[in-house]
């Protein structure tokens, strides 16, 4: 299978003002997806807080260093909104991350994972849902590598 890349704009957002920024264009979106990574430990019993989040258009990502900038109140805004529908797969995971950061309400939210049954589909991971329905394949490569590095480096930004 091919491997699906994103051909659009990759913004890394690391202040409060550039995230300010980039949640205001967000906020003139009608639908967005969302993503978290978090750096992962080795250690048992021991565990990182979302490092990372990812939120994309069509044609923009942007990826918002919380381990630097902290879970701002403009990013808490555009999860309250009600205007913006925000898809993801496993959310839950993805908001109990971010509600040890700082507790955020989550309005319109559609979770791919509640609905995908119905279309005969019964793989609940992003890489296989997404191989049965576009034949392209996602890499993973990167899921395991250090979010809180001080800069991403491309293969980390392109994941």
Known sequence: MPIEHFSGEIVVVDTAKSADQAIAYLLTQSVVGFDTETRPSFKRGKSNKVALLQLATEDKCFLFRLNKIGLTASIARFFASEKIKKIALSSKDDFAALNKRRVIAQKNVFEIQQVIGNYGIEELSLQ?????????????????????????DLKQQLY
Do not use: H, M, V
Request: aromatic content about 12%.
């Open 128 to 152: 296989k849902i997404y191989a049965i329905l576009f034949g392209k394949k996602i890499t993973k490569s990167q899921r395991l590598s250090n979010w809180e590095a001080d800069q991403l």
